[in-house]
C-alpha cells in the first residue's frame, strides 16, 4: 500500500512563496508518475503539474507555468511543489498523488493514490 503525506502548506500574502513537500511511504517509485492537484471550495479538483520519477520529466498547467516547479528526491523519497509569485486564486487544499501510468496525466481519474491535503492559503 502506498502513502502518501503532504505538508508545507500555510497562509502566505500575494507575492510570497511556499514549498509543498509530499513524503512517500515505499522504497520505488520507478515506474511512476506523481502529480499535485488542487482544489478549491465549490471548485472541481484541478491538475497543476506532474512529475515522472524516473526521469523527472516535468508537466505543467498553464495557471502555474513559469510560477511553480515540480522536483523529487529519490533519496529521500519525496516530492515538492515550489511555490512562487503566488495568487489568492491558487488558494486551495494541495493534494499529491501516484499514478502507476506512462503519459500525459492531467485527470485525477489517472491517480492511484492520494495524500490528505495540506490547505494553501494566499491573502490579497
Known amino acids: 500500500q502506498v502513502q502518501l503525506v503532504e505538508s508545507g502548506g500555510g497562509l502566505v500574502q500575494t507575492g510570497g512563496s511556499l514549498r509543498l513537500s509530499c513524503a512517500t511511504s515505499?522504497?520505488?517509485?520507478?515506474?511512476?508518475?506523481m502529480g499535485w492537484f488542487r482544489q478549491a471550495p465549490g471548485k472541481e479538483r484541478e491538475f497543476v503539474a506532474y512529475i515522472t520519477w524516473s526521469t523527472a520529466s516535468t508537466y505543467y498547467a498553464d495557471s502555474v507555468k513559469g510560477r511553480f516547479t515540480i522536483s523529487r528526491d529519490i533519496a529521500k523519497n519525496t516530492v515538492y511543489l515550489q511555490m512562487n509569485s503566488l495568487k489568492p486564486e491558487d488558494t486551495a487544499v494541495y493534494y499529491c498523488a501516484a499514478s502507476r501510468r506512462a503519459g500525459i496525466l492531467q485527470s485525477s481519474v489517472l491517480y492511484d493514490y492520494w495524500g490528505q491535503g495540506t490547505q494553501v492559503t494566499v491573502s490579497a
Open positions: 515505499r522504497g520505488s517509485f520507478s515506474s511512476y508518475t
